[in-house]
């Protein structure tokens, strides 16, 4: 039996591309995936001046969920996300932890905000590019969950991305040797 993923819509989420991520982590990782029902977004990681949610509160809050009897936890937020020492991120998760979170806020955007500079291989509909980056995202902080570190293999989702044009570079799969030690942390956690 492989361990379960819990996804935890956290505020308004897209129901899609909720499921097009849960798809993703079932398919390429075999793991059990479940869409819980979503909860309000957690007003105390709410910073004001910067008008975002800090992504280090929502994950503490997701790891005190009582009623969550999945292994692993993922909030999915629509709100934009930040860590003290960044600007902004895509996700973050504890290494080896229970909880992580990531934000779909900033992957509607285009790489390229100057439409007369778009090429035609950009000219993939918003909200598709948006459900294949959140995928990445959410495949990555699954593998920190797991207790993978970041990949020095660019072809490979543990790669560290710094923004959405590296992130659109990334594959939406794991190099073998990651995949190798996800599955040995498979059933360890079992
Ligand atoms: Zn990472
Ligand atoms: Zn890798």
């Given amino acids: 039996?492989?361990?379960a993923v819990a996804l935890v819509p956290m505020g308004q989420v897209p129901g899609m591309t909720l499921k097009?991520?849960?798809?993703?982590?079932?398919?390429?990782?075999?793991?059990?995936?479940?869409?819980?029902?979503g909860v309000p977004l957690h007003?105390?990681?709410?910073?004001?001046?910067?008008d975002q949610y800090n992504a280090a509160v929502i994950?503490?809050?997701l790891e005190s969920m009582e009623n969550i009897a999945h292994g692993k936890?993922?909030?999915?937020?629509?709100?934009d996300l930040f860590l003290p020492i960044f600007t902004h991120v895509f996700g973050d998760a504890r290494m080896g932890g229970r909880a992580g979170a990531m934000s779909l806020f900033r992957l509607s955007r285009r790489p390229n905000e100057?439409?007369?500079?778009i090429s035609a291989s950009e000219m993939l509909r918003p909200e598709n590019l948006a459900m294949e980056r959140g995928a990445k995202v959410a495949l990555h902080e699954i593998g920190h969950l797991f207790s993978l570190i970041h990949c020095s293999d660019p072809e490979c989702?543990?790669?560290f991305s710094g923004g959405i044009d590296h992130l659109d570079r990334l594959p939406l799969y794991f190099c073998k040797s990651c995949l190798r030690k996800l599955h040995a942390a498979f059933s360890a956690s079992a």
């Fill in 73 to 79: 936890i993922l909030g999915i937020l629509g709100v």
């Fill in 43 to 50: 007003q105390t990681a709410f910073h004001p001046s910067r």
């Fill in 1 to 3: 039996m492989s361990p």
């Fill in 157 to 159: 989702v543990m790669h």
């Fill in 59 to 61: 994950i503490e809050y």
């Fill in 20 to 37: 097009v991520i849960a798809g993703n982590i079932a398919g390429c990782l075999d793991l059990v995936v479940d869409i819980l029902p």
């Fill in 114 to 117: 100057n439409p007369l500079k």
